[in-house]
């Protein structure tokens, strides 16, 4: 079955710093990964996702992922951490048509 | 296209008393999933469907909760007897077959 760790349930980086939200996935045949943010009270919002085309996916808000098969893992990147990218992160998996699996999350917290 | 609608977004409850919240799918999307959050967790998986027939109910899922897809359209959970534990945010995302998932803005259930 299907499952995802993320490392780190808490991240802080100063603003205008690197983000790095890491993410290890677990799946018996190719996956489709994605990673997601919930700011408080709502619901989850879709950042990026991978479906077996491009390893290098680009999301909205300058978030991108890197899909490395050999390290199964799918971690998310920003170049420049902003004070609206406070927010929980979280990384899911599907495999095939099944459902889709998520991680415990990652609260990102940014430094002023 | 609304979105994922989500009824209540509030619900308080005594203990023992029988909830049930909706859910309304984005109008195309044939699969629709149910999610369990509490406070610094990711969205545990419940149970999901195809059109209206339920694909996979979690087996941590006590025979409390029972969810329905009646013509492939919205879907209601329910829960039975509730207990304190079951407090948290029920989460519905709907999503085409291989895509991903769209979000509602959740349920939060608070049991007294």
């Known amino acids: 079955a299907q499952s995802v760790t993320q490392l780190g349930s808490h991240v802080s980086v100063s603003e205008g710093a690197l983000v790095l939200l890491r993410c290890n996935y677990s799946?018996?045949?190719?996956?489709?990964l994605f990673w997601y943010v919930q700011y408080p009270n709502q619901g989850l919002q879709l950042l990026l996702k991978y479906t077996s085309a491009a390893t290098l996916v680009k999301g909205i808000n300058g978030f991108e992922a890197e899909f490395k098969k050999s390290e199964t893992s799918f971690h998310l990147t920003k170049p420049s951490a902003h004070m609206s990218d406070a927010a929980e992160y979280f990384c899911?998996?599907?495999?095939?048509?099944?459902?889709?699996?998520f991680g415990k999350g990652t609260r990102l917290h940014i430094l002023p | 296209d609304t979105g994922v609608s989500q009824n209540p977004r509030h619900k308080i409850t005594k203990r023992g008393q029988n909830v049930t919240f909706r859910c309304d799918p984005i109008s195309e999307h044939n699969r629709l999933y149910w999610y369990r959050q509490t406070l610094g967790q990711g969205p545990e998986f419940l149970t999901y469907?195809?059109?209206?027939?339920?694909?996979?109910k979690s087996r941590l899922l006590s025979d409390r909760f029972s969810a329905e897809r009646p013509k492939g359209s919205f879907s209601t959970l329910e829960i039975q007897r509730t207990e304190q534990g079951d407090s948290a945010m029920y989460l519905c995302?709907?999503?085409?077959?291989?895509?991903?998932?769209?979000f509602g803005q959740g349920t939060r259930l608070t049991v007294v």
């Open positions: 469907f195809q059109n209206e027939a339920q694909l996979e």
């Open positions: 899911a998996v599907r495999e095939g048509d099944d459902k889709i699996i």
């Open positions: 995302a709907s999503s085409r077959t291989y895509t991903e998932a769209f």
């Open positions: 799946s018996s045949v190719p996956p489709y």
